[in-house]
């Protein structure tokens, strides 16, 4: 495809908007170059107005400190933030999948 017209562009975020089954709350862009957020202004009118107020980009040469004061992330003790540790969280997941493997055996015989 060497042009993107409008059209087919409204119809592809239109689609994307439509069909995610999630609730966004904010979406946080890392290390985004310098045109990011001006490529986000020449797509803004196919987007839902919702969705573009909740991006935030954030450069690359952005430490872990001020990232820290910008937002607040969720991050392990292991980072400095107020979660568990990493490998506890990952034990976590792994206890969390195996309980739920029932399930994706079950879906998988429905194919």
């Not at 202004?41 to 107005?49: A, C, H, K, L, Y």
């Not at 450069?59 to 540790?85: A, Q």
Request: with cysteine; net charge neutral; charged share 25%.
């Amino acid at each position: 495809m060497k042009t993107l017209r409008p059209s087919v562009l409204s119809v592809i975020f239109n689609y994307f908007q439509r069909a995610a089954p999630v609730k966004l709350r904010t979406i946080h862009i890392f290390n985004s170059a310098y045109w990011a957020p001006k490529l986000l202004q020449m797509v803004s009118p196919f987007i839902d107005s919702k969705i573009v107020e909740q991006i935030v980009f954030y450069p690359r040469n952005l430490s872990l400190e001020e990232l820290r004061e910008r937002c607040r992330l969720p991050l392990p003790s292991d980072l400095g933030g107020e979660l568990p540790s990493v490998d506890v969280l990952q034990e976590r997941l792994i206890e969390k999948m195996e309980s739920i493997s029932a399930y994706y055996e079950a879906e998988e015989l429905q194919r």
